[in-house]
């Protein structure tokens, strides 16, 4: 396996609301770093099972007509299982995309979890754990850390790479200076689980 810190998927999710069971992933971003330097990228629109609400569609600015002729899920997610290979994941709120990325896996017969054994980082913990700003959100954080953002927020790929700079904000070279606290264990030397 790869050693978590030297080499890993900064991802990010769009989907259609909150249930992994009754909503749909319209876009995967994804940013590999080695030695903390982007060595690929993965980007895809996904096409939806059902039309994207309107709130999804204003916060993303990804409408039915961006994903209409994108390729289904079905057709992309092999492909980004194939991208990640056994990197660990690093993401914000890492727990909720590794929720619909297993839940979509699963029903398509694939297994994005290693058997069980993929790691990860979730940066929002870190930032809880580190930080005592008033707010969490993504765009928040990076604006407390002097991380640029430009409006490109809540799109999959740009999200991904701005949760690397926030987490390299931290000097993230070695997990265990982090103990457990309120938010429990840190997820930087955890094994991801599916709830």
Not at 8 to 18: N, R, V
Not at 44 to 67: F, G, H, N, S, W
Not at 151 to 158: E, G, Q, S
């Amino acid at each position: 396996m790869s050693s978590g810190l030297n080499e890993f998927i900064s991802l990010d999710l769009e989907t259609t609301g909150f249930s992994p069971s009754t909503c749909d992933i319209i876009e995967i971003g994804a940013w590999h770093f080695k030695d903390g330097v982007a060595v690929d990228r993965f980007q895809r629109l996904i096409r939806p099972t059902r039309y994207i609400p309107i709130e999804v569609q204003r916060l993303t600015k990804i409408t039915d007509a961006m994903v209409s002729s994108a390729e289904s899920l079905d057709n992309v997610l092999p492909e980004f299982i194939d991208f990640c290979g056994d990197s660990w994941f690093l993401g914000y709120n890492l727990q909720f995309d590794y929720n619909f990325l297993v839940f979509k896996s699963r029903a398509l017969g694939l297994d994005i979890t290693l058997s069980g054994r993929r790691k990860g980082v979730d940066v929002l913990k870190l930032v809880r754990q580190r930080s005592n700003f008033s707010s969490n959100k993504l765009e928040d954080v990076a604006i407390e850390l002097g991380v640029p953002t430009e409006d490109k927020l809540h799109r999959a790929d740009y999200d991904s790479y701005i949760t690397k700079l926030i987490y390299d904000r931290y000097g993230c070279a070695v997990p265990e200076y982090l103990d457990k606290t309120k938010y429990g264990t840190p997820v930087l030397d955890d094994t991801l689980s599916f709830e």
